[in-house]
């Protein structure tokens, strides 16, 4: 399958933020216990800037955000629903579901960030299932969802691939990071006829 971690496709690179110790941890994440409560601003604000601004986020645009960045970005509007992973009472991570405004045309993409502690743990697997689960039941009218990731985030490639997401395409050099090296972009997307099949 393409986007596996360990596919000849990709190169086995070291991923920052996700360490051989990471790798090595017990899948302990059981989906019973873990919740999705909706962002709500101006309520989660604080926690909100908490949350990104204490971590790095090394295969994002800004690695590092500062508080002015996290009030500028869209948690909860026509367009976006966001959503904190929630397990045993702790913030696993955050979900942000875009361009949800012309779900009908269009394929709405996400931004999933799991606090560097809690990853390989399998909450990025559970989380990108959940978004299925969540968006194709609730819209009968999307046809697809979408997933672009830098092309050394093996982590994001296999689980959007372990997630029934299928690999469409690498734009070359598409991807700036903060130091104006280049990357390219994997496209990934899943129809709703993968995710039925998926869950047969
Ligand atoms: C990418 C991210 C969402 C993945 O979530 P996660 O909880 O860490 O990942 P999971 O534990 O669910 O699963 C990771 C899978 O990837 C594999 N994998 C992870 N990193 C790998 C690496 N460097 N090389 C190889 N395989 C890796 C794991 O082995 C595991 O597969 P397995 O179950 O078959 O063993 C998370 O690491 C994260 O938030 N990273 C920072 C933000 C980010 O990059 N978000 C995506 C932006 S597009």
């Known amino acids: 399958m393409i986007g596996r971690p360990d596919s000849p ?5 070291a991923v920052e ?4 110790a990471a790798r090595q941890k017990p ?3 059981s989906s019973v216990t873990i919740e999705h409560v909706r962002v709500e601003i101006p309520r989660d604000e604080h926690a909100l800037v908490e949350f990104l601004c204490s971590d790095v986020w090394p295969f994002h645009g800004h690695r590092q955000l500062v508080a002015a960045e ?12 966001s959503f904190w992973i929630i397990d045993a009472g702790q913030t696993i991570g955050l979900i942000r579901l875009l361009d949800l405004g ?3 045309e ?11 502690r809690h990853r390989g743990c399998g909450y990025g697997k559970d989380a990108v299932r959940w978004i299925a689960v969540h968006l194709f ?4 009218q999307l046809h697809r969802i979408e997933a672009n990731t830098r092309d050394d985030n093996a982590a994001m490639q296999a689980v959007l691939s372990q997630a029934g997401f299928t690999c469409e395409g690498r734009l070359r050099q598409s991807w700036r990071d903060d130091e104006g090296h280049w990357f390219d972009t994997m496209i990934y997307g899943i129809l709703r006829s993968d995710w039925i099949r998926c869950r047969s």
């Not at 933020?17 to 051989?20: E, I, K, R, T």
């Not at 394929?107 to 560097?116: G, K, V, W």
């Not at 039941?137 to 009968?140: D, L, S, V």
């Open 106 to 116: 269009g394929a709405p993409q996400f931004d999933l960030r799991i606090a560097s």
């Open 102 to 104: 012309d779900i009908g």
């Open 17 to 20: 933020g996700f360490d051989d």
């Open 70 to 81: 996290v009030h500028e970005m869209d948690f909860a509007s026509p367009n976006v629903l």
């Open 27 to 29: 899948p302990i994440v």
């Open 9 to 13: 496709l990709l190169p086995q690179v």
């Open 137 to 140: 039941p609730r819209y009968p």
